[in-house]
């Protein structure tokens, strides 16, 4: 069965919905064509010249980004420029900015977990993921479809399944309403609440002899924190230079900090631009916060605040989540080749 640009999306979109993007962002599926067949995929930070050039070398019909291609409103579109070299290209693009910064297993999970943080937890928490607990009664012969149809449109689903009459009319006796009872299953599953039209569809695909009965209510408290960072434990406590050398290790990447730091024990994570977020990671009483770009006053605010703020570079600090990335489509799509192209060939760090 021919896999999609439109299929890829729905499961990125499981993985890192696009709603949860900021207002100001730009993720979703920016170029081409979603009915498009992919059989090559190239995952990448940004789109760039060298990054096309790559996809047509491999011969990929879709790029996977994380910063998106088209941020700004385009004013013009010229011959050299990457929008337009990307479409001539024949290319489609999705791109997963803020939405996957905040993702289980997106950008600050991956980075918590570089840097070897325990007891991790939400920061910059902006609410819940409202979720719905859904009920299905459909005939046994039916469950299994149904199950793999539901699993499909929300993604990973622990199902509660037990045996059920359900009542359905008997034919001959149609005029008269006459019921009889038949053995079924009812099947519980907690959805995403934004995905329920589209998992009842789902069900009703994987029976589509009658309608299923269903219901469905709002469990509230039990989604999932949406929060854009991470903060967690050290294994043991460093001194602020010792833990800047093991982060420029881990990252390979030139870091900066601040003077004047206490010893780092409690740790907060926000890749890329996150400098902002000083004062959050603070009142969660980390000790220190990595991010990749940072201002000079939020320097002196940290210092002044006894906290550690170390700018690993934007690059440095959102890379870790390609190959996971990459690892969670290959888990969609086997039928996909999936490669990475790690970029990283904008910037040049001079070491005396």
């Not at 941020?71 to 001539?88: A, D, M, T």
């Not at 069900?203 to 903060?231: D, K």
């Not at 940072?294 to 890379?319: I, P, W």
Request: aromatic share 6%.
């Amino acid at each position: 069965m021919m896999t999609t640009v439109g299929k890829i999306y729905q499961a990125l979109d499981r993985m890192a919905p696009f709603k949860t993007q900021e207002k100001w962002d730009n993720s979703g599926l920016l170029a081409g064509d979603a009915a498009a067949s992919v059989a090559r995929a190239l995952v990448v930070l940004d789109i760039t010249p060298a990054s096309i050039q790559e996809a047509v070398r491999q011969q990929a019909q879709l790029i996977i980004s994380h910063h998106p291609v088209i941020f700004q409103p385009l004013k013009r579109l010229e011959r050299g420029s990457v929008v337009y070299e990307l479409v001539q290209s024949g290319l489609s693009a999705i791109c997963a900015h803020t939405n996957l910064d905040k993702a289980a297993g997106g950008v600050n999970d991956c980075l918590a977990r570089a840097l070897g943080l325990g007891q991790v937890e939400a920061f910059g928490v902006e609410g819940r993921q409202k979720v719905c607990q859904l009920s299905v009664l459909v005939p046994k012969s039916c469950q299994e479809a149904v199950c793999r149809a539901v699993t499909e449109t929300a993604g990973g689903c622990a199902f509660t399944i037990s045996e059920a009459d359900r009542f359905v009319l008997q034919p001959e006796l149609e005029e008269a309403g006459a019921k009889k009872a038949e053995l079924g299953v009812r099947i519980e599953v907690s959805v995403p609440a934004e995905r329920l039209d589209a998992v009842l569809a789902a069900v009703r695909n994987g029976c589509p002899e009658e309608e299923p009965a269903w219901s469905a209510f709002e469990q509230l408290g039990q989604g999932r924190e949406i929060a854009i960072g991470r903060v967690g434990e050290l294994a043991e406590e460093v001194a602020p230079k010792v833990f800047a050398a093991q982060v420029s290790r881990t990252l390979g990447a030139a870091v900066r900090l601040n003077r004047g730091g206490r010893a780092i024990r409690r740790v907060a994570v926000l890749g890329g631009a996150g400098g902002g977020y000083l004062y959050e990671a603070a009142a969660m009483g980390a000790d220190a916060l990595v991010t990749g770009e940072a201002k000079h006053h939020e320097y002196l605010d940290a210092q002044r605040l006894g906290v550690t703020l170390l700018d690993a570079t934007h690059y440095a600090t959102e890379q870790v989540v390609l190959e996971p990335l990459a690892d969670y489509l290959r888990r969609q799509f086997p039928e996909i080749e999936w490669m990475v192209y790690p970029g990283g060939d904008v910037l040049q760090f001079i070491e005396e």
